[in-house]
């Protein structure tokens, strides 16, 4: 399992965890993940991951998400 973010290009991942709950900051950033249809169990394809945020695909939508963010979302490679 690794971090959304180091996901190369073409890839794809299942996500597992969403950031760290107890953490009252951080709940908001992951209620954000989710508002924009990350939830685990969610297949995602990295579309782009340069510098700055990343492109994914999720079911038919194509999402930017920040490089912060997307370093909170643990995906396992599928």
């Not at 169990?41 to 782009?48: D, H, K, Q």
């Amino acid at each position: 399992m690794l971090p959304m973010a180091l996901l190369t290009e073409g890839e794809f991942g299942e996500i597992v965890a969403i950031g760290e709950r107890e953490v009252p900051a951080r709940r908001a950033c992951d209620g954000r993940a989710e508002d924009m249809g990350l939830r685990v169990g969610n297949r995602v394809e990295m579309l782009a991951n340069g510098k700055g945020p990343v492109l994914v695909k999720v079911d038919e939508s194509r999402i930017a998400v920040s490089r912060g963010i997307a370093m909170r979302i643990v995906v396992r490679r599928s």
